[in-house]
């Protein structure tokens, strides 16, 4: 709806429907994950794109309430190229942050190597959307999980080749959010994940 493609998400009305990744949802998650992993952290990074327009407020807003609870502090870095995300990462380390948010954004997917990597060389915990950005290297990933995501677009195809109208097939939301913990990035960063943490795990890479 904040693209204005839908009118609702139960009457898309128009000519567009389609399956919604909750992105703006996860913000406070992804933040406690990271203090439910490093409980004395007390500075944490969120990474946004700022020349992405589609951002929810929503996203940060969650991060905000979440950090408040805590009684951390919140340092928003914004990057949209490799440059920008470089010197981000330098700054946000000079100052102290103990762990980054990457938000979820088209941008940081096409960067995930130059993320992770950076990740590994500044020695800082991180957290990402993507299944796929822990298998690359990174720490953590809490979000949708793509595979349903395409398989839910899918149906929605051939619903709609079969005369359907899109404006009466409400949007789709996850049903099934995957937590995936990267065990060879911790041992590389010099963390011990906590049983409690693995346990909520979907996947543990070993």
């Known amino acids: 709806m904040q693209a204005g493609l839908v ?3 139960n009457r898309p009305g128009g000519n567009a429907t389609g399956v919604s990744t909750a992105d703006r949802l996860l913000g406070g998650k992804h933040l406690g994950l990271l203090h439910e ?13 700022p020349t992405n327009p589609l951002i929810p407020e929503s996203y940060v807003a969650e991060v905000r309430a979440a950090a408040s609870t805590i009684g951390a502090q ?12 470089d010197a981000a990462y330098a700054t946000l380390v000079q100052n102290g942050v103990n762990a980054i948010m990457v938000s979820p954004d088209g941008l940081y997917i096409t960067r995930r190597v130059q993320l992770v990597t950076l990740e ?3 020695s800082l915990p991180a957290i990402y959307t993507f299944r796929e950005d ?4 990174g720490l953590m990933s ?20 079969n005369g359907e109208k899109p404006a009466d097939l409400p949007v789709l939301f996850p049903t099934r959010v995957e937590f995936v913990i990267n065990l060879q990035t911790a041992r590389l960063l010099g963390l011990t994940v906590p049983p409690g943490v ?9």
Request: include cysteine; glycine fraction near 6%.
């Open 74 to 85: 919140i340092d928003i870095f914004h990057a949209s190229n490799n440059r920008e995300i």
């Open 7 to 9: 009118a609702s998400i």
């Open 134 to 137: 822990a298998v690359a290297g």
């Open 37 to 49: 992993l490093l409980p004395r952290a007390q500075r944490f990074a969120l990474l946004i794109n």
């Open 142 to 161: 809490y979000g949708a999980s793509q595979a349903e995501q395409c398989r839910q677009t899918g149906l929605y195809v051939g619903r709609v080749l």
């Open 120 to 122: 590994a060389h500044y």
């Open 198 to 206: 693995l346990a909520i795990a979907n996947e543990v890479i070993e």
